[in-house]
């Protein structure tokens, strides 16, 4: 298994910036790629950015965040983070950590609790 724990979190204004972490553990060797998703109050979970693969500096960001936000992580530390600058009223979300794997052909989604992101007008 994989567990994922999220920090970084809280309560900013618009125009400000948050970094958020994920640090996982557990079969973090079975990881294929990471990234992170948001949820907001009444809305689908949406992808927001995350790496092509683990071995792969590949990015992609969702375009609602592209400019703004940056993925980043320690490979040796299995942590990702995120850095989020400029933020907008409509970046309050719940934000979740993300981690795919595969193990012998099985895929499998690992997911965080989650942390709440609050961008106040």
């Known amino acids: 298994q994989v567990q994922l724990v999220e920090s970084g979190g809280g309560l900013v204004h618009a125009g400000g910036s948050l970094r958020l972490s994920c640090a996982a553990s557990?079969?973090?060797?079975?990881?294929?790629?990471m990234g992170w998703y948001r949820q907001a109050p009444g809305k689908q979970r949406e992808f927001v950015a995350g790496?092509?693969?683990?071995?792969?500096?590949?990015?992609n960001y969702a375009d609602s965040v592209k400019g703004r936000f940056t993925i980043s992580r320690v490979n040796a530390k299995n942590t990702v983070y995120l850095q989020m600058d400029s933020l907008k009223p409509e970046d309050t979300a719940v934000y979740y950590c993300?981690?795919?794997?595969?193990?012998?052909?099985?895929?499998?989604?690992?997911w965080g609790q989650g942390t709440q992101v609050t961008v106040s007008s």
């Open positions: 557990g079969f973090t060797y079975r990881i294929k790629r």
């Open positions: 790496f092509a693969s683990d071995s792969d500096t590949s990015t």
């Open positions: 993300n981690a795919y794997s595969e193990f012998w052909g099985s895929p499998k989604d690992y």
